[in-house]
Every structure is written in C-alpha cells, then in structure tokens.
C-alpha cells in the first residue's frame, strides 16, 4: 500500500486548497478513504470520510460545510477540497485507508492558514 499526498502549502484566511491523494497497492474502489490531520501539539483526528464507491461522506464537525471529500476511482485518487479555510485548519494532512485491519497512512502534507 502507497498513499502519496500533495497539494499542501500557505494560504491566507478565507482561501482556498484542494489536496490529492494518489494510492496504489492494493483495490482501490473496494475501501473507504480518509483524510486525518495532525496540528501542533495536538492528537491527530479524522477530517473527512467517503466510501468506496464515492456514494457516503462524512465530516468533522469542524469541517463540515466548508471541506469536500471526493474520489476518482478511475485514477485511484482522493481529494479534499477546503474552503474558506481558517488558521485553526493549520495541520499536516494525512491520506488514511485501513485494509485487512491494518491503518496505512501517507507521508502528509502541510497546510498553514496564516495571514
């Protein structure tokens, strides 16, 4: 299992950042994909989920309205798509899918909100 984040980088408050995750390794259009993030001295915590088939998505309470997971099965891709983003949303983000019971992360990417 390969999972390879990019799109990261510094925005403003308020702008805008779309992140990629290219997997490989295994059957991509059979699992559920995550984006988790970890800030600065804090527990990392789940961002946003969709299911196999694209179908189901589910959000932070943190997130929600603002953030959009979606998923190319066809390029074994997902992506997060993040609006409106705020200094709070300052973390590395990681690319998460668990398979046979096993978590599988990538290598992150940053993303800083700062003015």
């Known amino acids: 299992v390969q999972l390879v984040e990019s799109g990261g980088g510094l925005v403003q408050p308020g702008g805008s950042l779309r992140l990629s995750c290219a997997a490989s390794?295994?059957?991509?259009?059979?699992?559920?994909m995550l984006w988790d993030r970890q800030a600065p001295g804090k527990e990392r915590e789940l961002v946003a989920t969709i299911s196999g088939a694209g179908g189901t998505t589910n959000y932070a309470d943190s997130v929600k309205g603002r953030f959009t997971i979606s998923r190319d099965n066809a390029k074994n891709t997902v992506y997060l798509q993040m609006n409106s983003l705020k200094p709070e949303d300052t973390a590395v983000y990681f690319c998460h899918v668990i398979r046979l019971g096993t978590d599988y992360w990538g290598q992150g990417t940053q993303v800083t909100v700062s003015s």
């Open positions: 390794g295994f059957t991509f259009s059979n699992y559920a």
